[in-house]
């Protein structure tokens, strides 16, 4: 199983940037999907996550700005980030609690991350 990552970039302040998250491999079912993100020196902080079923969760950070969204027929998350500022500058990674083909036990996965800086 593997999560791959990808839609980073550099953009100006007040822009848009949406990241994508595959989850591929012999999959049996995903519970939660969700991303977070890192700064050199800091810990890896939620930015959100949506649990299967449809409930979703946001940093106050970001609440307003961001959305995150899933095409579970495509085991990929979304996050559709709008109004960037300087502070969301990050490595972005996706992260996903899921059961493997052939497993009776779930497991988290993490995605490679996706570098966005928010800079004029």
């Known amino acids: 199983v593997q999560l791959q990552a990808s839609g980073g970039g550099l953009v100006q302040p007040g822009g848009s940037l949406r990241l994508s998250c595959v989850a591929s491999?012999?999959?049996?079912?995903?519970?939660?999907m969700g991303w977070y993100r890192q700064v050199p020196g800091n810990l890896r902080e939620l930015v959100a996550v949506?649990?299967?079923?449809?409930?979703?969760n946001y940093a106050d950070s970001v609440k307003g700005r961001f959305t995150i969204s899933r095409d579970n027929a495509k085991n990929t998350v979304y996050l559709q980030m709008n109004s960037l500022k300087p502070e969301d500058t990050a490595n972005y990674y996706c992260r996903a609690a899921l059961r493997p083909g052939g497993s009776d036990s779930w497991y988290i996965y993490w995605g490679q991350g996706t570098q966005v800086t928010v800079s004029s």
């Open positions: 491999g012999s999959i049996f079912s995903i519970n939660d």
């Open positions: 949506t649990i299967n079923g449809g409930d979703t």
